[in-house]
Nanobody
Framework: QVQLVESGGGLVQAGGSLSLSCAASGNIFRIIAMGWYRQAPGKERELVATINAGGATDYADSVKGRTTISRDNAANMVYLQMNNLKPEDTAVYYC??????????????WGQGTQVTVSS
């Protein structure tokens, strides 16, 4: 089994910055990709950013230019640095990862989520 544990959420004023971390542990053979999603009240979960094993990244248009995703492959960790935060960034942020547990078996895993609240 695999566990993803997020940390770093909290309350921040508009224009401020926040950094999220996610650690993957358990039966990990190889991590395909890691990413961050978010879900605001009354809305569907949406992609924020992803990064694959080679370091290629993808960002939602709404966060481009003020968000950076990075990962530490050796430590099985992914990070999200968000700057110039806006009230519309308020949401529960979830870490997501696609992980091989052996040569042929992979699955998708989610963290429990961490609340980010941006006050105006």
């Amino acid at each position: 089994q695999v566990q993803l544990v997020e940390s770093g959420g909290g309350l921040v004023q508009a224009g401020g910055s926040l950094s999220l971390s996610c650690a993957a542990s358990g039966n990990i053979f190889r991590i395909i990709a890691m990413g961050w999603y978010r879900q605001a009240p009354g809305k569907e979960r949406e992609l924020v950013a992803t990064i694959n094993a080679g370091g290629a990244t993808d960002y939602a248009d709404s966060v481009k230019g003020r968000t950076t995703i990075s990962r530490d492959n050796a430590a099985n960790m992914v990070y999200l640095q968000m700057n110039n935060l806006k009230p519309e960034d308020t949401a529960v942020y979830y870490c997501e990862s696609r992980i091989y547990s052996d040569y042929t078996t992979w699955d998708e895993y989610w963290g429990q989520g961490t609340q980010v609240t941006v006050s105006s």
